[in-house]
């Protein structure tokens, strides 16, 4: 196992939450992650991604200004810092991994086993 997310749960509105997606073995602080989700009965949508050494950063529009994606190499983590939480937020969250970053899911080769994330 490579990618593993933790931080999911249940949220109010308004409320904050913090994913964290912690890589190991051959993921390593030379890759560039993302944050996706996918809600019930939709297709995948690209969150955040960025790179090896955090330097660069991109949002959807969907999330700007609400949600971050630091990385700490350091623990082999990045987060999600999600706030001001609406209920079409809602989804199951997954990270991924590759050696270089972009929007689309095919980017990266590497996936987690997803979180979910229920905004009432």
């Known amino acids: 196992v490579q990618l593993v997310e933790s931080g999911g749960g249940s949220v109010q509105a308004g409320g904050s939450l913090r994913l964290s997606c912690t890589h190991s073995g051959y993921i390593s602080s030379r890759h560039c992650m993302g944050w996706f989700r996918q809600a019930p009965g939709k297709g995948l949508e690209f969150l955040s991604t960025?790179?090896?050494?955090?330097?660069?950063?991109y949002y959807a529009d969907s999330v700007k200004g609400r949600f971050t994606i630091p990385r700490d190499n350091a623990k082999n983590t990045v987060y999600l810092q999600m706030s001001s939480l609406k209920p079409e937020d809602t989804a199951v969250y997954y990270c991924a991994a590759d050696r270089t970053a972009g929007i689309q899911s095919d980017t990266y080769g590497y996936w987690g086993q997803g979180t979910q994330v229920t905004v009432s």
């Open positions: 960025i790179t090896t050494s955090g330097g660069a950063t």
